[in-house]
T-cell receptor, first 109, second 116 residues
Framework: GQNIDQPTEMTATEGAIVQINCTYQ??????LFWYQQHAGEAPTFLSYNVLDGLEEKGRFSSFLSRSKGYSYLLLKELQMKDSASYLC??????????WGAGTKLIIKP | ETGVTQTPRHLVMGMTNKKSLKCEQHLGHNAMYWYKQSAKKPLELMFV???????ENNSVPSRFSPECPNSSHLFLHLHTLQPEDSALYLCASSQVASSSGANVLTFGAGSRLTVL
């Protein structure tokens, strides 16, 4: 079956760095997505990886290893506003998104 | 208005009621989606419309009935729901459905449904 695994909850300190891991098992692979969802708000797109390596976008970076079925989202210089849920989704050979349950990130001062 | 707008934001209904959720997108996208989001569970894709044609119906009970009159509007008609249907219902849109490239989803803020 198809599956996305990510930690349920993580806690980090303001100003620090945090890495949210995601492992995926999909029938074929056509990309890995990360979305951010603040409580009571719409999920918003953060990143898309289809090739191995690191994609950097400001304080956020996303990494992909296709051979390991693994991705991570790296958040640097954490701010209180980064407290949110982070959703990992893999896209299979039919271009269908397989979603993880999300990682709730709590930032403490 | 811009983006994806969903109404109502909150809805409480009894099991015998009939209600509808509405979604509107102003992005010029051709694909629209309904997702169910329950606490600590992955997003569940319910329905997909691509150029107004329904392309996905993921074994959703018939008490949920979608309608897509045009590429900008999507409805979810609700009838005889069960308490386990209580969840956040998210609408999303993208350029097209099931395509390569990023094809990013733009979500609405959701309709929080409570079934008593």
């Amino acid at each position: 079956g198809q599956n996305i695994d990510q930690p349920t909850e993580m806690t980090a300190t303001e100003g620090a760095i945090v890495q949210i891991n995601c492992t995926y098992q999909t029938s074929g692979f056509n990309g890995l997505f990360w979305y951010q969802q603040h409580a009571g708000e719409a999920p918003t797109f953060l990143s898309y990886n289809v090739l191995d390596g690191l994609e950097e976008k400001g304080r956020f970076s996303s990494f992909l290893s296709r051979s390991k079925g693994y991705s991570y989202l790296l958040l640097k210089e954490l701010q209180m506003k980064d407290s949110a849920s982070y959703l990992c989704a893999g896209r299979d050979s039919n271009y269908q998104l397989i979603w993880g349950a999300g990682t709730k990130l709590i930032i403490k001062p | 208005e811009t983006g994806v707008t969903q109404t109502p934001r909150h809805l409480v209904m009894g099991m015998t009621n009939k209600k509808s959720l509405k979604c509107e997108q102003h992005l010029g996208h051709n694909a629209m989606y309904w997702y169910k989001q329950s606490a600590k569970k992955p997003l569940e894709l319910m329905f997909v419309y691509n150029f107004k044609e329904q392309t996905e119906n993921n074994s959703v009970p018939s008490r949920f009935s979608p309608e897509c009159p045009n590429s900008s509007h999507l409805f979810l008609h609700l009838h005889t729901l069960q308490p386990e249907d209580s969840a956040l219902y998210l609408c999303a849109s993208s350029q097209v459905a099931s395509s390569s490239g990023a094809n990013v989803l733009t979500f609405g803020a959701g309709s929080r449904l409570t079934v008593l």
